[in-house]
Nanobody
């Protein structure tokens, strides 16, 4: 079971990147999915989450209005569109699948412990 995150890279401040997460070995179409990020020397932090249907989304205050999470259940992918990027967005970005299907607790969605499956991460670097 593997989650593969892709789409990271180097971009100037104000630019955009689109991250994508795909699963192999099983499907997570009935699971809420989340994106987290970890900067050097810092804890892994919540970025965004989406419920299993794709009808509800949640964002960290720091990215609200700039990032958009979406999923395509038919393709088994979850994307994170990142616009108006800032140097402080620089981090390794991880996608993750919630610990159980058909569920997303709004409070627990922000907690790394609520997710049981993690991708390997993709580096996003925003230059000033």
């Amino acid at each position: 079971v593997q989650l593969q995150a892709s789409g990271g890279g180097l971009v100037q401040a104000g630019g955009s990147l689109r991250l994508s997460c795909a699963a192999s070995g099983r499907t997570f179409s009935n699971y809420a999915m989340g994106w987290f990020r970890q900067a050097p020397g810092k804890e892994r932090r919540f970025v965004a989450a989406i419920n299993w249907v794709g009808s509800s989304t949640y964002y960290a205050d720091s990215v609200k209005g700039r990032f958009t999470i979406a999923r395509d259940r038919s393709k088994g992918t979850v994307d994170l569109q990142m616009d108006s990027l800032k140097p402080e967005d620089t981090a390794v970005y991880y996608c993750a699948a919630y610990s159980r299907p058909y569920a997303l607790n709004v409070r627990d969605a922000r907690d790394t412990r609520s997710y049981s499956y993690w991708g390997q991460g993709t580096q996003v670097t925003v230059s000033s």
